[in-house]
T-cell receptor, first 109, second 116 residues
Framework: DAKTTQPTSMDCAEGRAANLPCNHSTISGNEYVYWYRQIHSQGPQYIIHGLKNNETNEMASLIITEDRKSSTLILPHATLRDTAVYYCIVRAADYKLSFGAGTTVTVRA | NAGVTQTPKFRVLKTGQSMTLLCAQDMNHEYMYWYRQDPGMGLRLIHYSVGEGTTAKGEVPDGYNVSRLKKQNFLLGLESAAPSQTSVYFC???????????????FGDGTRLSIL
């Protein structure tokens, strides 16, 4: 699986959009980009995933660059409940998710 | 619809004791997984199962055994608990990712295990 690089931490103001970057320069053609988050003491929560095209669901949007070497997760209107560790993961169609250190996002009032 | 349920939520063991962690899912998922998470670290895969009656080793399988006798249940056993196995254990399940789709994994809320 391709390795990902994320910032260690970032702050965001409540009500504003949060843009979380992820670099995955060694991604292969059949590897998807997944985003999960983990709120303190809870299990990881799936947010969104994509292959090439931009994706949007009720939680977030995923923007993948044309060369697929990086992506951005967008939380359109961050709330205090979005404070969590966010994990960017790339993997092929197999069983394994490799969780790195992620980005600790703190939403401030 | 409960999703993925883990039992128990908390447990304290003495070194050398044995125990079984239970994971149950009601989504009819083929794949199930056991991860452990240590403080300040990401999740690491212990064992996984691609279907009833099958199991396979993940990244850190030593000291653990698993069984998948029923599709909806995945058991994680510690035969002789060691302090190094103090951790938070997460179970997850997903659709069959045989290249036909890339469905996400759904996680339980974890079992917090302390070995004294």
């Amino acid at each position: 699986d391709a390795k990902t690089t994320q910032p260690t931490s970032m702050d965001c103001a409540e009500g504003r959009a949060a843009n979380l970057p992820c670099n995955h320069s060694t991604i292969s053609g059949n590897e998807y980009v997944y985003w999960y988050r983990q709120i303190h003491s809870q299990g990881p929560q799936y947010i969104i995933h994509g292959l090439k095209n931009n994706e949007t669901n009720e939680m977030a949007s995923l923007i993948i660059t044309e060369d697929r070497k990086s992506s951005t997760l967008i939380l359109p209107h961050a709330t205090l409940r979005d404070t969590a560790v966010y994990y960017c993961i790339v993997r092929a169609a197999d069983y394994k998710l490799s969780f790195g250190a992620g980005t600790t996002v703190t939403v401030r009032a | 619809n409960a999703g993925v349920t883990q039992t128990p939520k908390f447990r304290v063991l003495k070194t050398g004791q044995s125990m079984t962690l239970l994971c149950a899912q009601d989504m009819n998922h083929e794949y199930m997984y056991w991860y452990r998470q240590d403080p300040g670290m990401g999740l690491r895969l212990i064992h996984y199962s691609v279907g009833e009656g099958t199991t396979a080793k993940g990244e850190v399988p030593d000291g653990y055994n698993v069984s998948r006798l029923k599709k909806q249940n995945f058991l994680l056993g510690l035969e002789s608990a060691a302090p190094s196995q103090t951790s938070v254990y997460f179970c997850a399940s997903s659709y069959d990712p045989r290249g036909l789709s890339n469905q996400p994994q759904h996680f339980g809320d974890g079992t917090r295990l302390s070995i004294l």
